[in-house]
Nanobody
Framework: QAQLVESGGASVQAGGSLRLSCVADSKLTLSYYTLTWFRQAPGNEREFVAGISRSGERTVFSASAKGRFTVSRDDAKNTAYLQMNSLKPEDTAVYFC????????????????????WGQGTQVTVSS
């Protein structure tokens, strides 16, 4: 089974920044995949945060992430990134990256059922 591995989670103060990385192993040619980030806080459902299309031409954000987070990809490094700025305590969650194979070049679905590959998650804790 191919793997995605997230890193970059940490404990930060409100207003701080973090950059999460998601590295795909060599079994996945990342350029074929739509890449997204989801998060899950204790007691909550996993929710869509941000995603980037297979072509890289389109990015989509949740309402809570818009204006504070950016998502990018470097297919040469088989890596996706989530840059999170102006972090709030409500951003505290385990963050997961996910990949979906050969969707439309501009497609970024927020439905987690569309994604087959998932990482193990990285913890982000934001204190006030």
């Amino acid at each position: 089974q191919a793997q995605l591995v997230e890193s970059g989670g940490a404990s930060v103060q409100a207003g701080g920044s973090l950059r999460l990385s998601c590295v795909a192993d060599s079994k996945l040619t990342l350029s074929y995949y739509t890449l997204t980030w989801f998060r899950q806080a204790p007691g909550n459902e996993r929710e869509f945060v941000a995603g980037i299309s297979r072509s890289g031409e389109r990015t989509v954000f949740s309402a809570s992430a818009k204006g504070r987070f950016t998502v990018s990809r470097d297919d040469a490094k088989n890596t996706a990134y989530l840059q999170m700025n102006s972090l709030k305590p409500e951003d505290t969650a385990v963050y997961f990256c996910a990949a979906a194979y050969k969707l439309g070049s501009a497609a970024v679905p927020s439905d987690q059922d569309r994604y087959y590959y998932w990482g193990q998650g990285t913890q982000v804790t934001v204190s006030s």
